[in-house]
């Protein structure tokens, strides 16, 4: 498991909010680059109401992902396009638990906190019909990360798991069908849970 690309916005562009500009746009960085509590130097945020802050530091998708949709769109999925700062190889990221911490490289180390939910700035930058709702159904939503211990990171770093959590609820669990049974055994088992996710469990758990 490693990091291929470590991305940070090179300019902001257009977007479809009321900001006027998206910071989405993110390409490749050379050498190593630091990390701090609320993701990467000289990366943007420019939506904060929605983004960013210490439990979206960093947006993780994998390879696999990514050349699963270019077969699927007919269209190459470069490292960037997404919004992700790190394009990894070699990682479940869908079956990643919530609450599962990684080590990347030598130092910094994150913990897996939520699945990404498409925005109109995503399907503004896809320009794909249905872009929201194919994405949704894809279940392949790549993973919002906390920064735990900070550092550098770089291309070609290793990625190891150092801890997962004692119950089922995985990326792509949270993203799709939610099982009652298995939300309350992760509600059960203590594991440090972003209020939004605690509340959609709780929702489930009290429908079932």
């Known amino acids: 498991m490693r990091l291929l690309t470590v991305n940070v916005v090179e300019k902001l562009i ?15 960085q050379a050498g190593r680059v630091p990390v701090g509590e609320l993701g990467l130097a000289g990366d943007m945020v420019c939506d904060t109401k929605n983004h960013g802050g210490p439990d979206q530091a960093l947006y993780a998708y ?22 992700e700062n790190l394009r990894t190889e070699g990682l479940d990221m869908t079956g990643a638990l919530l609450g599962e911490v990684w080590r990347i490289g030598p130092e910094v180390e994150v913990m897996v906190r939520a699945p990404r939910i498409p925005c109109i700035t995503f399907q503004h930058r896809m320009q794909e019909p249905r872009w929201v709702k194919r994405f949704h159904q894809a279940g392949r939503p790549g ?16 990625i190891e798991v150092l801890s997962r959590p004692d119950h089922e609820v995985t ?25 939004e996710l605690r509340e959609t469990a709780l929702r489930v758990v009290a429908r079932s």
């Open 171 to 195: 990326i792509g669990h949270m993203f799709g069908a939610q099982d009652p049974a298995k939300m309350q055994r992760m509600l059960d088992s203590g594991v440090d849970l972003m209020d």
């Open 14 to 28: 257009p977007g479809p909010k009321e900001t006027g500009l998206t910071a989405i746009d993110k390409v490749p």
């Open 143 to 158: 993973a919002y990360l906390k920064v735990l211990r900070t550092g550098a990171i770089g291309a070609g770093d290793q």
């Open 62 to 83: 994998a390879e696999e992902d990514a050349q699963w949709w270019a077969v699927e769109l007919g269209r190459d999925i470069p490292t960037g396009l997404f919004g």
